[in-house]
């Protein structure tokens, strides 16, 4: 187990959070610390733009990956190609074995300061049915078995399109020094993502001569979908949606099963539908339960900070966190899910580690930052929505439709791939 002659700060994780959280730190910390990243993939997979490269018929795996090893190196960083099987808080050490060819031994990394920025496992695994009769737009794999799928064997049937319900932990409850804060209930973990591929599906029935919204149910287990972006956003999105002609089923609590004529819902509801495109459970990964610094369920709790309150070295950003909030201002725990928020996290994660090195203050997640903010590709067109201030609570949105949504998309794609840094801010 190295020893290390200035502050070493170990980043869990490579994708947006984890990229965003070492080169981050890197710049805010400069050349007094040591960084090491660890993913047990080499590259960063692009999420976001995988249905708009499945609905225009193009191979996803061809340009949603980036190499992170050079723009890693480009900035100092060291990077490790490995699975992560342990974290001992107490200890500050990481377990993990190396990933590039299977048989290989754990190694042992310790730590002055920890991101974990890890993401989530995607529970496809938990829903009765998925292998036989699901789709999805998740990854690359995915994403090319429906792209393969809609023109081969697609009969012109209906498509439904939703999430699996999202088991949400009580990390965030009562944690200092926010004691007694309500913590509502998130019902989903992210649905821009449906919202998303309702309507680049029907852009490409549209374009097929097969159909166009009238083929399509989106569905939530939720009391509204998209809950996190707040009521104003949405009902201004249903009222779009349902102009359009787009089905739309909510409370459905959670899917039962999924068979060859459609999906069964655990409220006792069905939808018929030829193609089921869904949107699983967000689960922490195994290594993440029961330690110290998670909650129930794994997710990682911060306060504001994005420092654990228990372990005041750890910190975590992303999707994988259960964030503490003040009592007068409710935020889900284990939300936000979304990339822009991911950012957001790293900067203040990386903020605060550099302030321990070099003596500054700490800084805040501002309020401002935990707001919705979504573009949703539709082929050509699509919607951007923010809604302001803190999640689920907004009087403060709003939503613009057209082609500005479609070129924004690609815009920060092509922005992102080409300089290799985090940086949502810039679109």
């Keep these: 187990m190295a020893t290390h002659p200035k502050p070493h700060v170990v980043v869990l994780g490579g994708n947006f959070a984890g990229l965003g959280s070492a080169q981050k730190i890197r710049e805010y910390a400069g050349d007094r610390v040591e960084i090491t990243v660890v993913d047990k993939k080499s590259n960063l997979l692009f999420v976001p733009n995988i249905p708009a490269e499945v609905f225009a018929n193009h191979d996803p795996a061809l340009s949603m990956f980036m190499d992170i090893i050079k723009p890693l190196d480009h900035d100092g960083i060291h990077f490790i190609q490995g699975e992560v099987t342990g974290i ?10 190396p990933s590039e060819r299977p048989g290989s031994e754990s190694h042992v990394l310790r730590y002055d300061y920890l991101v974990v920025a890890v993401g989530n496992r995607l529970a496809y695994d938990r829903i009765e049915g998925f292998a036989e009769y699901g789709h999805t737009v998740s990854d690359t794999y995915h994403g090319n078995l429906l792209r393969r799928y809609l023109p081969q064997e697609y009969r012109g049937g209906h498509i439904a399109i939703g999430s699996a319900r999202f088991h949400q932990g009580n990390g965030a409850e009562g944690v200092e020094p926010y004691p007694g804060g309500r913590i509502p209930p998130a019902e989903a973990a992210c649905e821009g993502p449906p919202v998303e591929t309702m309507l680049a599906a029907a852009t490409w029935l549209q374009e097929q001569g097969k159909g166009g919204p009238k083929n399509i149910t989106v569905f939530t287990p939720a009391e509204i979908i998209a809950e996190d972006a707040g009521e104003t956003v949405v009902n201004q999105l249903l009222g ?16 039962a ?5 459609g999906i069964e819902f655990t409220n006792g509801a069905s939808l018929e539908a030829e193609v089921k495109i869904i949107f ?4 922490p990964h195994d290594f993440l339960r029961n330690l110290p610094i998670s909650d129930n369920e794994g997710f990682v709790v911060t306060d504001l900070l994005m420092r654990n309150p228990s372990y005041p070295e750890v910190f975590a950003a992303g999707v994988d966190i259960a964030i503490a909030p003040p009592a007068a201002t409710p935020v889900p725990a284990g939300v936000p899910k979304t990339g822009q928020m991911s950012e957001a996290m790293a900067k203040i994660a990386a903020q605060n580690i550099a302030a321990d090195i070099t003596g500054g203050a700490a800084k805040r997640m501002p309020l ?3 707001a919705a903010f979504c573009i949703l590709d539709a082929g050509g067109s699509g919607i951007i929505f923010r809604a302001d201030h803190v999640l689920g609570t907004s009087k403060h949105a709003h939503v613009m439709s057209g082609p500005q949504a ?3 998309k690609i815009a920060f794609e092509r922005y ?4 290799r840094k985090h940086g949502m801010t810039a679109l």
């Design 240 to 255: 779009i949606a349902g102009s359009m002609g787009f089905g739309y089923l909510n409370k459905t609590e959670d899917i």
């Design 88 to 97: 001992d808080p107490d200890n500050r050490t990481v377990d993990y074995v």
């Design 280 to 283: 699983p459970d967000w689960v």
């Design 406 to 408: 479609h070129w924004a």
């Design 257 to 261: 099963r999924l068979t060859k004529d």
């Design 368 to 370: 401002s930052e935990l």
């Design 416 to 419: 992102f791939l080409a300089s």
